[in-house]
């Protein structure tokens, strides 16, 4: 996994909002082209309105412009590694296609996997 990337998500990671939680994460999302757009999850009073880290650095991305996506790679400290939530995976396959998914807990522990292995059989444009 690309420790640039794995740095980038630990940078982010440190700015979550997650007073309810109190569970931070951190999301790099790398373009074709190499440029990369960085989240952390923000929480809200409603919980309903929170924003995972993975959404926030992929609205980034797509506001800036970028639209070809390589991989994405997620940083928590949690003691297993965190896979992105359904919500989630629904939207990068949406924007990212079958990108490159990496989880990191800064406990030492490395996954990756393509989306398509996390999201198989996805509704979209293709099913309408
Ligand atoms: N969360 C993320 O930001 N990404 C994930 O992949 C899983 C969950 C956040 C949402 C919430 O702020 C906290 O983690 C606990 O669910």
Same mark, same amino acid.
């Given at each position: 996994m690309d420790p640039e990337l794995i740095a980038k998500a630990a940078a982010a990671r440190e700015n979550a909002?997650?007073? /309810?939680?109190?569970?931070?994460?951190g999301a790099a999302l790398e373009t074709k082209d190499g440029r990369v757009y960085a989240g952390c999850n923000i929480e809200n009073v409603s919980y309903g309105l929170t924003v995972c880290a993975e959404r926030v650095a992929l609205w980034k991305a797509l506001s800036e412009g970028a639209r070809e996506f390589r991989q #994405? $790679?997620?940083v928590t400290d949690a003691p297993r590694v965190t896979p992105p939530c359904g919500a989630c995976r629904q939207l990068?396959?949406? /924007?990212?296609?079958? #990108?490159? $998914?990496?989880?990191h807990s800064l406990r030492g522990l490395d996954e990756e996997h393509r989306l398509a292995e996390l999201l198989p059989h996805p509704f979209d444009r293709f099913q309408l």
């Open positions: 909002v997650a007073p /309810y939680s109190g569970f931070k994460v #994405i $790679v997620t990068l396959w949406e /924007y990212c296609g079958d #990108i490159l $998914v990496g989880l």
